[in-house]
Every structure is written in C-alpha cells, then in structure tokens.
C-alpha cells in the first residue's frame, strides 16, 4: 500500500464513521459508497444544471446513493449507460434505453434489475458521454477531488471510456453526496485519478476548479494483478496498451 492509499483510507475512514454517527446513512457504511440521507434532494439539485438538461447521454455508477439520478434519467428520456459491477462481463457496460425498457424504471436502474432487461455493450458500441454522475466516499469543495471506496473501478470505467473517445475533457463529471462528504481540506491524489467539475448536496452545488487535467486513459503500470485477472476487457485489451488504476 502506498502513502497514498493510506491517505485515501484514513479520509474514507473519517466519512464513513461520521456519516453513521450522525445518522447520515445506514449502519454498515464502512466499505461502500454511502447511500445517504438526502439522495432524492441531490439529484433533483443536479436536474436544475444546464450541463444535466443538455445532456441526452448518461454513464451512472450503479450504487443506491445514485438510484435516483438514474431514475430521473431515463424519465427525461435520457440514454443511460451503467456499468456491470465489477466491470465482470466482456462488454461491461448496461444499455438502459428509455424507448426499449418494459420493466419499471426504478427496478430496470438497479444492478438486479438491469441484466434483465438491458442488453450489455462495449465502448465500441456505446455513443459519446455527455455526462457522467459517480458516486463518491469523499469530494474536495475547492478542487473537485474525489475518494472513492477503493475498488479502482470508477476510475477504470472512465479511463476505458476515454481511450475509445467517448468522454473528452468536454464530458462533465459530477457526484452526488452529502454534505458531510463534502470536505474544505485537500485530498490526496493519484495520476490515475480524476476530479470532479460538480458536488451537489441535497442543499448546494458546488463547482469546482480542478486544477489539473484528466488522465488519458488507462495507466498500465498502475493496473493490479487482480484487476487483470478479473475485468475481461482488460484481458482482451492487454496487448494492445491497457493497464491498471485505483480510485
């Protein structure tokens, strides 16, 4: 583990333990993206942005603290892309069409429901991103830095989508939180990471000036043994220049 995981960690850890002791999200927090208290009053927040109103395509974490973003989504008749947990499928991500789903929207958004009835795509099948809603463990209010809850695979998503061209520095990149997430302190960084533009509360917007530019896709060098092992896509990419990150 690096200086820098244990930082992450330590950041992680604060959040997690003052989210349960003010009751901002459910026991049992530690180790997940919070699904926070205010998650509906977030995402309607974020529906008031211009970036969200222009935007016609969607990528969403998966996570409960974003069902509501992704429900909104797909009811203003958004294309919505979200990744297969674990990035475990050869095309690792789900296509929620508004125009194609017979389930209930609130059950198609879920990742139980989508494999039902979403067929699942590889960024050479998926159109460009206008915007992408993830989820975080910790943002900084000045320079839009995020903690995610350590798997790597949000970070892994966006650089997969990257080298395909399908999110450019034009791609607006927010997260939903609650307050307590949202942090004045500076966090810490890795190259593989990104920052956010956007961190909405249930009671602010916050824009952020990222101060540094996005990666360019995936970072071999930084890519886990196990991440290889496990994520067919980068099995199948592995001679031709991908390789690993951590969020």
């Known amino acids: 583990m690096t200086d820098i995981d244990r930082a992450k960690q330590a950041v992680r850890q604060q959040v997690w333990n003052l989210l349960e ?24 927040r974020l529906a008031e942005l211009d970036v969200w109103k222009k935007a016609r395509v969607i990528k969403c974490n998966p996570d409960q603290a974003q069902l509501p ?60 991103v206008d915007l992408i809603v993830c989820g975080s463990v910790a943002v900084s209010r000045q320079g839009g830095v995020r903690v995610g809850k350590g798997a790597g695979y949000s970070d892994l998503e966006i650089a997969l989508l990257t080298e395909a061209g399908l999110v450019t520095t034009e791609t607006a990149i927010a997260t939903t939180v609650h307050r307590i997430q949202l942090l004045d302190d500076e966090l810490p960084q890795a190259d593989h990471d990104f920052s956010v533009d956007f961190a909405i509360t249930p009671n602010e917007v916050v824009a952020c000036r990222t101060d540094r530019g996005r990666p360019s896709g995936i970072i071999g060098p930084n890519l886990r043994q196990d991440q290889l ?8 990419s592995s001679g031709q220049g991908l390789g690993p990150t951590g969020d």
Do not use: C, W
């Not at 198609?108 to 979403?118: L, R």
């Open 69 to 128: 973003v992704r429900v909104r989504a797909l009811q203003e008749g958004k294309l919505l892309y979200m990744a297969v947990p674990k990035l475990a499928t050869p095309k690792p991500f789900y296509l929620l069409d508004p125009a194609g789903i017979t389930a209930p929207i609130e059950t198609a958004v879920t990742s139980t429901g989508a494999p039902q009835v979403a067929p699942t795509v590889a960024p050479a099948e998926m159109r460009p």
């Open 21 to 44: 002791r003010d009751g901002a999200a459910p026991p049992g927090v530690h180790g997940h993206i919070p699904n926070f208290v205010g998650k509906e009053e977030a995402a309607a």
């Open 229 to 236: 092992d496990s994520i067919p896509i980068l099995r199948a």
